[in-house]
């Protein structure tokens, strides 16, 4: 009962839709501006970087924060009788709800952002690893084309494939069928839904007219 209403809890912090209500502050719906998204970007593109920058850390908090309490903490919650299997899933429902709440946020009618800042915090209180190799492929597509979108893709699949390195899976042996699979399975879907999520964006990027970094276009 307590992990789930503590899933429950990380989904409805997950959803808190800091840029729309840092739109609001200056009388802007991000819904209407922009690229149309209440994320990081499109807050320092239509708000600026006086909004915009903490909307990020806001975003990156809010998907670390239930995430590194509960790795640190489950243990007091849960009791000495839960097996690893059922750790890990909890974690990932934890870390699964929190991210889902930011791109489908109850708050706006289920429709909310494309999840990158708040998956790149429950990636760091995940696995400080996969979110340095994720965060270092970002950088450099990001530098090299200038297109958030196409950087976040990106790392979106290199989430995945770091993810298999970190956790041993490419070792000889370690295609096995264990708890750690889980996490496997959650960066799967993360990755598939970040890229869904960014449809409009690879459009535009075939089409050459993706706005590049912080463009106000």
Not at 7 to 31: H, M, N, Q
Not at 39 to 56: D, E, H, I, Y
Not at 94 to 117: D, P, S
Not at 153 to 178: D, H, T
Request: contains cysteine.
């Amino acid at each position: 009962m307590i992990a789930f209403l503590y899933i429950i809890a990380s989904y409805l912090i997950g959803a808190v839709p800091f840029g729309y209500l840092a739109g609001r502050i200056k009388g802007v719906d991000l819904r209407e501006h922009g690229s149309h998204n209440i994320g990081a970007t499109n807050a320092v593109r239509v708000l600026g970087k006086s909004l915009g920058f903490p909307v990020f850390v806001l975003d990156f908090m809010k998907g670390f924060l239930p995430v590194f309490c509960w790795a640190h903490f489950s243990s007091f919650l849960q009791g000495p009788g839960s097996s690893a299997w059922m750790s890990e899933t909890v974690l990932v429902l934890v870390c699964l709800a929190t991210i889902v709440g930011h791109t489908y946020t109850c708050y706006l009618q289920f429709k909310g952002g494309k999840g990158v800042a708040t998956t790149a915090g429950v990636l760091m209180a995940l696995s400080s690893q996969v979110f340095g190799i994720a965060i270092v492929v970002w950088l450099v597509v990001f530098l090299t084309t200038r297109y958030v979108s196409l950087a976040s893709i990106v790392a979106a699949v290199a989430m995945v494939v770091s993810g298999l390195y970190c956790y041993g899976f490419f070792a000889l042996g370690g295609l096995v069928w264990r708890p750690d699979a889980i996490v496997i399975i959650f960066l799967l879907l993360v990755a598939i839904l970040v890229i869904a999520k960014h449809r409009s964006n690879i459009s535009r990027l075939l089409k050459g007219t993706e706005p590049k970094a912080f463009s106000r276009k």
